[in-house]
């Protein structure tokens, strides 16, 4: 033949035959399902949550022909064991479900074709073409149901195959490489999407806490390829009541939701903009410049709900370059003071301060000058660790802590915090991200101590947890105190997401108020998987596994987006670092591209001519 369509599924055995050259990944997912249909016509996709004694059931419903529908019906594997469907015969499997869904059934049954309970695996494929062998649909790739799109892909590349073939009738090789090079970057950026949207299926548990109005709305956004924006395009009527759920009935005026109002303890911000801590390398010795105050000063009169400082270390040898921020000598304090002056007299803003020691991570050149590169012998100070492991090759290998060293990093992390109430801060944070010193106890790539400071998840928080109490006990209590934690090493036999919510429910149990969740960075060898929005779903995660407020961060790019993720309950708060970095205004350029002027944005008088009219 001139050219072989593998169009045999996602067991193809073409693809198969072919391992080494179409080089297949295939990942089971978590959930179990079961692929059923149903003599009841349902007029549009349809989703169906059922809660159980067993735990939760949801249906992936949708129209097949003019007189039957497509009834998929999805469950977490533990749930599925509960309800003894683990050992059930499929004709049981089947009654249990048609009296589970009898509500929406009305009376029609369910209807069978070789159907079996399995977990979705999701098929990627390195090649799709091999001589005159080429796979399309399922046998190439596939995306979750909960997108509704195998069929649409299965399409989509046979018209492209087609229009590959008439462009090189007379090279079938070269028309098949044609044909991939087109499809593959759309089928990723789907398969992206999928599966996102399937990781939110397998943990809906998580979000049965949460009021309908905001279910639905996480729902449907979450594969992040439709946001608050997109929908209000589609149904403004609709997204006009969300707003109006989250901003509370009560409320006098009604706007997007990232002006919607937060506290934590005694502090109310105006909004749910927070500006990241971005370190600056433009201290001497420690204090805050003339820079600083102009940075910060201008991000907060930019509108945004909390300003936080750059990362301020808690001792000249916890410093990362000789260019950082400090608090550790009486005189930081006033430079501080002044700047926090600033904020609170020109702005609506709150000011917080990043607290933190560098660890193994010190000692390095100004970062403009050239990244990650350590200051010579002679300009170098000792650094501490829990183990003596160099951040990379060429650094300096750091000294495994003693319960001396300990006793004293705890006492400057407490006068740091004893300086930051005399400068007025409004909030303060604990670093415990990025692998510096804090973060590098939690990781198990960088705590190797064999004492109870190391091991487990338990006797590596130990020493973090002590140094928070510390802090916690000196913070004044009507105060707030959140945590910075790396959620993830993006490294296999490195912390995870479900690792993170044991850290997260720790800090939670000690007074902590809220987790500013980031990932990442403690490790050279980490390999993170970018994208927009990339660490909104460890934020998710800890917020509604947990109940603890949430600051989401990483590739978070415009206000759409922070409607998005805040009013779908992925975090209460956003931070932003390059947005705000480009445009200081951030805040108030959103108010003015979504016309809004009322309560949660503070314009400074100066530049009240640039406010939208009411």
């Not at 996709?45 to 129209?63: S, W």
């Not at 003015?592 to 309560?599: A, H, I, R």
Request: net charge negative; hydrophobic share 45%.
């Amino acid at each position: 033949a001139d050219l072989i369509v593998a169009a045999d599924g996602i067991n193809s055995r073409i693809r198969g035959a072919h391992e080494d050259v179409f080089q297949p990944s295939i990942e089971p997912g978590k959930a179990r399902f079961i692929w059923l249909g149903t003599s009841r016509r349902f007029e549009a996709f349809t989703f169906i949550i059922r809660d159980t004694e067993h735990g939760l059931f949801q249906v992936h419903a949708y129209p097949f022909d003019a007189n039957t529908s497509t009834f998929i019906v999805e469950t977490d594997p533990e749930t599925w064991r509960r309800a003894g469907l683990d050992t059930a015969s499929i004709p049981d499997s089947v009654a249990y479900l048609e009296r589970l869904f009898a509500p929406e059934l009305q009376g029609h049954r369910l209807l069978t074709n070789k159907s079996a309970w399995l977990n979705f695996r999701e098929v990627a494929c390195k090649t799709w073409w091999h001589k005159n062998m080429v796979l399309i649909g399922d046998a190439a790739h596939t995306a979750h149901f909960s997108i509704g799109s195998g069929t649409k892909l299965a399409m989509e590349d046979s018209i492209a195959l087609v229009a590959a073939l008439q462009h090189n009738t007379d090279d079938i090789p070269g028309a098949l490489a044609a044909y991939h090079e087109a499809r593959w970057l759309d089928v990723a950026k789907l398969q992206r999407a999928a599966r996102v949207s399937q990781a939110w299926f397998e943990d809906i548990s998580r979000y049965k806490h949460m009021a309908p109005e905001q279910l639905v709305l996480s729902m449907m956004t979450r594969s992040k390829r439709v946001t608050h924006g997109n929908l209000r395009v589609r149904d403004a009527g609709y997204v006009a009541e969300v707003d109006r759920w989250f901003a509370g009935h009560s409320a006098a005026e009604v706007g997007p939701p990232m002006f919607s109002g937060f506290t934590l303890r005694e502090l109310r911000l105006q909004n749910r903009v927070v500006v990241s801590p971005m370190c600056q390398y433009s201290a001497q010795d420690g204090f805050a410049s003339d820079w600083h105050l102009v940075h910060l000063g201008a991000l907060a009169t930019g509108g945004a709900g909390l300003v936080m400082t750059e990362m301020t270390d808690v001792s000249a040898t916890g410093r990362i370059t000789t260019g950082c921020a400090g608090l550790y000598q009486p005189g930081h304090a006033a430079a501080w003071r002044r700047i926090v002056d600033f904020v609170h007299a020109n702005s609506g803003a709150k000011i917080g301060v990043q607290i933190a020691h560098a660890g193994r991570k010190g000692a390095t050149v100004h970062r403009w000058d050239r990244s990650d590169v350590p200051l010579p012998p002679g300009e170098a100070w000792e650094l501490l660790a829990p183990s003596p492991i160099a951040w990379a090759p060429g650094f300096q290998v750091p000294r495994a802590m003693t319960l001396e060293d300990m006793d004293g990093v705890c006492a400057d992390f407490v006068r740091a915090t004893e300086l930051a109430n005399e400068a007025g801060f409004d909030l303060l944070e604990l670093h415990m991200a990025h692998g510096y010193l804090l973060s590098s106890f939690i990781s198990p790539l960088t705590n190797l101590r064999d004492d109870e400071f190391g091991g487990d998840l338990a006797g590596r928080m130990r020493f973090p947890l002590r140094v928070f109490r510390a802090v916690r006990a000196a913070w004044p209590q009507q105060r707030p105190m959140s945590v910075r934690i790396s959620a993830t090493d993006w490294i296999a036999g490195g912390l995870t997401g479900d690792d993170a919510v044991e850290i997260a429910r720790m800090l939670k149990a000690e007074g902590c108020d809220l987790i500013d969740v980031s990932a990442g960075q403690t490790t050279p060898a980490s390999r993170p998987v970018y994208g927009r929005m990339f660490q909104t779903q460890f934020s998710d995660q800890i917020r509604n596994e947990l109940g603890i407020a949430t600051i989401a961060v990483g590739n978070i790019q415009d206000w759409d987006q922070v409607n998005t993720i805040v009013a779908s309950g992925r975090a209460d708060l956003c931070a932003l670092a390059r947005p705000h970095l480009i445009d200081p205004h951030f805040t108030l350029r959103a108010a003015l591209e979504q016309g809004y002027s009322g309560p949660g944005v503070t314009w400074p008088q100066q530049y009240l001519a640039a406010r939208p009219r009411p």
